[in-house]
């Protein structure tokens, strides 16, 4: 059985002499690097988080400054191509130009050599036909008669 006396009082005040003592020597300090510990974790749940934001955020800005990048090329390459195609054009009028004028100088020059020979042709043509009669008829056309 258990007997109240001086013995039980003196270990009930021992005991929360003790629990005093190691409350304040172990168990703050336990919980006060505990509750630290959580502070530090949440803390660094929060950046993570917060990075996690910024890195989506660089990420997005990262996306749009390329497809910018991209539209931009891509406009450079159209108005390169159009000067291009106007240059090309351009040359294309200037060749076509040139090739009339040597066609039309060509043109001439046959027409300056068609009228140069075309007496030349007629007096060779007028020999031949009479020769060609003096073959067919066997003897030579006389001179006051034309065909």
């Not at 109240?4 to 409350?23: E, P, R």
């Not at 974790?41 to 950046?47: G, S």
């Not at 996306?63 to 990048?69: D, Q």
């Not at 351009?90 to 040139?98: A, S, W």
Request: charged share 35%; glycine share 4%; aromatic share 4%.
């Amino acid at each position: 059985m258990i007997s109240i006396n001086a013995t039980l009082v003196l270990q009930v005040i021992h005991f929360l002499v003790l629990a005093f003592i190691l409350n304040k020597l172990l168990f703050q300090p336990v919980l006060k690097i505990i509750d630290e510990r959580k502070q530090h974790l949440e803390k660094t749940k929060i950046e993570i988080g917060n990075m996690k934001n910024e890195v989506i955020q660089l990420k997005d800005q990262f996306r749009s400054e390329e497809n910018e990048a991209r539209k931009n090329v891509t406009k450079e390459r159209v108005q390169q191509n159009r000067e291009e195609m106007l240059e090309t054009g351009k040359l294309l009028e200037q060749f076509r130009g040139q090739a009339a004028s040597i066609k039309t100088e060509a043109d001439k020059k046959a027409q300056k050599e068609i009228e140069k020979s075309t007496p030349l042709l007629r007096d060779e043509a007028g020999v031949l036909a009479d020769r060609i009669m003096e073959k067919m008829i066997g003897r030579r056309p006389e001179v006051g008669s034309e065909m």
